[in-house]
């Protein structure tokens, strides 16, 4: 798999983000099926988001998918924290 850009990278991880919010991943092996990596490249996915990253991630052996163990979501984006504040003309 070549190298992904950083806006390919965000994409990746806001797909990863959403299968497991809504408990859609499958297994280890349907996931990486799903994302076009191998099991193992999958595995350390996992190990990144959980260990650099802060992703309250778990496997759901009897469900066969993974999931987050406290509510949240990935979020990345400009985002607006105070009303438009037009700048002053000089």
């Known amino acids: 798999m070549p190298l992904q850009t950083f806006p390919q990278t965000l994409a990746l991880i806001g797909r990863i983000d959403y299968l497991i919010r809504t408990r859609a991943t499958g297994t280890p092996e349907q996931m990486a099926e799903r994302l076009g990596v191998s099991r193992s490249t999958w595995f350390n996915y996992v190990a990144v988001l959980k260990t650099d990253m802060n992703f309250p991630i778990e496997y759901d052996r009897q469900a066969q998918t ?8 990935f979020r ?4 607006v924290t105070e009303p438009d504040v037009a700048m002053p003309t000089i």
């Open 66 to 73: 993974y999931y987050y163990t406290r509510p949240g979501a």
């Open 76 to 79: 990345m984006g400009y985002v």
